[in-house]
Structure formats: structure tokens, C-alpha cells
């Protein structure tokens, strides 16, 4: 609904050239749709990785990401 928020994880999906351009979600194993938001463009997971930089602290770390959207109309 318009102006109601909706919580969600970040994972990537894929597009491919097949004559037109074609995406897939391996993760749901679904065709991306409404409900997927393009972030970043990159040939590999090097051109748009979701951390960038040099880490210093423990040697093991988790990482967890939530998303949060708000249809505006």
C-alpha cells in the first residue's frame, strides 16, 4: 500500500542477453519483479559489491542486511 513500509533482506539476481534481456532470481528462484529494487549495475560481483573498503578489527565478522521500502505512489 502507498505510504506503508515493507521490510526485506538484500541478495543479488541476474540478467542475461537472449535476444531481449532476461532476469532471474536464483535465490526464490523466481523471475525479478515488483518487489525487487536495481541498486547497482556491474559485468561480475566485483563491479558492485555491497562493502567497499579496508576492514580492521576481529578476523571473523557476519554480515546482515536489512532493507526497508516505501512505495510513494
Known sequence: MV???Q????HAWLQYW??????VDP???STP????VEVGIGRDYAD???LRGIYTGAG????Y???EMTILA
Open 3 to 5: 505510504g506503508e513500509s
Open 7 to 10: 521490510v526485506g533482506e538484500s
Open 18 to 23: 537472449d535476444g531481449a534481456w532476461v532476469g
Open 27 to 29: 535465490t526464490n528462484d
Open 33 to 36: 519483479g515488483d518487489h525487487h
Open 48 to 50: 558492485v559489491p555491497p
Open 60 to 63: 571473523e565478522s557476519d554480515m
Open 65 to 67: 542486511v536489512e532493507v
